[in-house]
């Protein structure tokens, strides 16, 4: 699996668009691009995933560039609910292929 | 539906013991793993299942054995307990093959070896 890199953290104001950026420039060809959160100390949530087409759903929108090797995280409006580790991950689609989880981004909603 | 549970939700243990965490799902995914999260650090996969009666590595996993009789459950087992397994241990499980890598996360055990 190609590896990410993403800022260790980040801060937003309440009601804000929160932009997480994500590297992954080894990226290959069948890799998708996920995006997990994990608030306080509980299990990681699925946020959302694309492959080159931007994605949104009702938590988050996706942007990946043309190239694929970097991808955007955005939270429109964000909440205090919302500070968290989020996590990108680059993976094969299909189930059963594990997760590896880097550092992620540590952000920090605040009011 | 439940989904992801585990037990017990905290557990403390002295070195050498042996204990087994337990991790059931109420979904039917044919696929379930075993992360384990050490303070400030992201997961790290132990072991994992792609269905009952298989099982395979991950990155971690010495000290650690698994089995997968049942769809459903997916016990994990530390045969000796060593402080460096204190950790948080999640289990996650996802649908079979041809889906979506959505992967669901149970709350996790809080596990301290002394």
């Known amino acids: 699996d190609a590896k990410t890199t993403q800022p260790p953290s980040m801060d937003c104001a309440e009601g804000r668009a929160a932009n997480l950026p994500c590297n992954h420039s080894t990226i290959s060809g069948n890799e998708y691009v996920y995006w997990y959160r994990q608030i306080h100390s509980q299990g990681p949530q699925y946020i959302i995933h694309?492959?080159?087409n931007n994605e949104t759903n009702e938590m988050a929108s996706l942007i990946i560039t043309e190239d694929r090797k970097s991808s955007t995280l955005i939270l429109p409006h964000a909440t205090l609910r919302d500070t968290a580790v989020y996590y990108c991950?680059?993976?094969?689609?299909?189930?059963?292929?594990?997760?590896?989880f880097g550092g992620g981004t540590r952000l920090m909603v605040k009011p | 539906n439940a989904g992801v549970t585990q037990t017990p939700k905290f557990q403390v243990l002295k070195t050498g013991q042996s204990m087994t965490l337990q991790c059931a799902q109420d979904m039917n995914h044919e696929y379930m793993s075993w992360y384990r999260q050490d303070p400030g650090m992201g997961l790290r996969l132990i072991h994992y299942s792609v269905g009952a009666g298989i099982t395979d590595q991950g990155e971690v996993p010495n000290g650690y054995n698994v089995s997968r009789s049942t769809t459903e459950d997916f016990p994990l087992r530390l045969l000796s307990a060593a402080p460096s397994q204190t950790s948080v241990y999640f289990c996650a499980s996802s649908y079979s093959r041809g889906t979506d890598n959505e992967q669901f996360f149970g709350p996790g055990t809080r596990l301290t070896v002394l």
């Open positions: 694309g492959l080159k």
């Open positions: 991950i680059v993976s094969l689609r299909y189930a059963g292929n594990m997760l590896t």
